[in-house]
């Protein structure tokens, strides 16, 4: 047997967000969102369900799986597999708008009903944070205090989930290893047969359940997002590049100026430590020079005078 890889938008799509996958869509949402008990998705309606003339105008980098739960509350799914610019700005907008949207002209701000939006990304969004889960909503800064419960963004890492199949002991672990690993699997691993929804999941995963069209189709979207993460990689990689080369420039550059100026100041200091020395050591020599020599005029000028050599070297301080 062969799957689809489902981190596709194609085959995403197909097996969350077509008619009859509502058992497996509110199996799904429950596990990842974690409802249980009395919170527990009862019910769902799926909006704007994949039909097959619809794959060639989906949108290439995201896809769109839209519930309405029973009690009104809105769900969107999203599964990303690029990382494009304006991504987290792009996910709180759809969030934004599926809440506005809900009102029309006249109708009352109570209307409201709260919209979850779940994003499955095929990259690391946040690398700081080691958990695959992160759930963001309105709140207090200082107090941490829920602002309102009616606009959350659950994402789920699938980089960073990295259990295996003896390592899965959750609802959520199994839907997450059944996303990021159906298409490199050959069969239904024991483990993940045990749950209806699940295997549910698998059998509309299938590619011998696909039209040739349909087929097709998802060959088609695998090799747009291959080639699309390699433009990226490219991208990235010459950016790097680009990057580096600009940077040994620059800190040349910045690296021979400072030498210049530190060479400047280190050898103005060292020529005036040699100068004061050597003006120290020739202003002796000439001072000792020129007292010697008025020493001799004073010696010269007693003698003539008539004293004596001995009393006259006496009187200036002079040795016999």
Known sequence: MKFLDVTTDYAFKRVFGSENSRPVLKAFLNAILEYEGEHAIADLEIVDPYQVPAIQGMKDTFVDVKAVLANGKQIIVEMQVLNVPGFEQRVLYNAAKAYAQQLTKGDDYTLLRPVVALTLTDFEMFPDFPGFLSRFKVMETHRLTTYSGDLELVFAE???????????????????????????????????????????????????????????????????????RGSLAKATADGLAKGLEQGLEQGLEQGLEQGLQQGLQQGLQQGLQQGLQQGLEQGLAIGRAEGEARLRQALDRLLANGMDEASARTAIGLPD
């Open 158 to 228: 699938l980089p960073k989930f990295t259990k295996t199949l003896p390592e899965l002991t959750t609802a959520t672990d199994r839907w997450l290893y059944f996303v990021k690993h159906a298409g490199s699997l050959q069969i239904v691993p024991e483990a993940l047969r045990r749950e209806p929804a699940l295997q549910s999941a698998f059998d509309m995963a299938l590619e011998s359940a696909l039209s040739r069209e349909e087929l097709e189709a998802q060959h088609k979207r695998f090799d747009f997002i291959r080639l699309q």
